[in-house]
């Protein structure tokens, strides 16, 4: 190929590289941008022959590389235990809770665990995320336990991310059970310890052919009880509102991913999903812990406080402590109404 061609290629290859991440940058802003440019490369280590299209894809697919934790944050319990009980249903009208991001579905689960903790049999819940492959393992259920089948149910050991007293629990409760499904779990054989590993290895000898064990683990799953009523569906709130309105929605940690002129439009689309006076629940607040990250934290913490300015939500107080009067407290929402 004459080299001009090779340079008209090549100019073409930026101007379409140029327009993709100014894409990317009006939806996620600069930051998603360095996200996407960070797999972009990690992809075509995995694959050299990757397209741009492929990788703009599989971004799509998981722009905000969600994260979730079993009973991660405070805000699951305050909606299981205080909000559905402000909402004014008529007998046997169900109370609709969606959630946007769940990502792989701990918290979803989580959540439907605390709703039968506080007694509550008239909750709906609808989880959302814009990954299919997300939704689709949210929806089986299945998660890897660390942890044997004679262990399954004891308390001194660790199951998986997140809080591991009250997963406990729920195993106890028989809303967390063994599915009967196994996986391997690779462990270092305990009759060498790892001071013998390391000097071997320094002296150049073989590795032993039993050095490593691997030990049936349980793969754990929500009960047939705690599964009805939980629902999840592919959507993506930038595109629209929830295909059915709901009481409360949760979205923790994912407006933080995008720039102002994208979270007011998510926003927009989370009011048009609510019943009257229904809530929107968010993450505390984060904090920059170090400056590097005060450039992108401090600009979603200005738009958090204008938030009841801008939009038809005022912060929801709640009774704490020794409080006299009910106090505000970051991250809750409702939509205004004749009430309020």
């Not at 319990?77 to 969606?98: M, S, T």
């Not at 439907?112 to 609808?126: C, E, F, P, S, Y």
């Not at 019943?275 to 904090?287: A, H, K, L, S």
């Not at 505000?328 to 929402?333: A, P």
């Amino acid at each position: 190929m004459p080299e001009d061609a090779n340079l008209s290629l090549e100019a073409s290859r930026l101007e379409i590289a140029d327009y993709v991440d100014k894409m990317i940058e009006e939806i996620h802003g600069s930051v998603g941008v360095e996200m996407f440019d960070k797999l972009y490369e990690r992809l075509k280590d995995e694959n050299p022959q990757i397209t741009l299209e492929e990788a703009l894809k599989k971004f799509e697919e998981e722009p905000t590389h969600g994260q979730t934790d079993w009973f991660r944050g405070d805000n699951l319990r305050e909606v299981a235990e205080d909000l559905v009980e402000r909402l004014e249903k008529k007998d046997g009208e169900e109370i609709k809770v969606g959630i946007v991001g769940c990502s792989t579905g701990e918290e979803v689960w989580s959540l439907a665990v605390l709703l039968k903790n506080a007694g509550r049999t008239d909750v709906a819940i609808l989880a959302t995320d814009t990954s299919p492959n997300r939704i689709e393992f949210a929806r089986s259920g299945k998660y890897k336990a660390y942890v044997t089948p004679q262990q399954f149910g004891k308390d001194a050991f660790s199951l998986h991310r997140g809080r591991d007293d009250q997963l406990n629990d729920a195993i106890k409760k028989g809303y967390i059970v063994d599915s009967g499904e196994r996986w391997k779990q690779r462990q270092i054989n305990h009759k060498y310890s790892v001071r013998e590993i390391v000097d071997d290895e320094k002296a150049g000898l073989p590795r032993p052919s039993d050095l490593y064990i691997y030990n049936d683990h349980v793969v754990m799953e929500p009960s047939v009880d705690l599964r009805g009523g939980v629902n999840f569906e592919v959507h993506d709130i930038i595109d629209g509102p929830f295909t059915v309105k709901q009481d409360v929605i949760i979205i923790n940690n994912v407006l933080v991913h995008f720039p102002d002129a994208t979270r007011n439009k998510m926003l927009s689309h989370l009011i048009d999903s609510l019943n009257p006076r229904g809530f929107i629940v968010m993450e505390r607040t984060p904090r920059p812990m170090r400056k590097e990250e005060a450039g992108w934290l401090a600009p979603y913490g200005n738009w958090r406080r204008s938030i009841t300015n801008n939009f038809s939500l005022e912060a929801v107080r709640f009774k704490v402590g020794y409080s006299k009067e009910p106090i505000e407290f970051d991250g809750y929402y409702q939509l205004k109404g004749k009430d309020s």
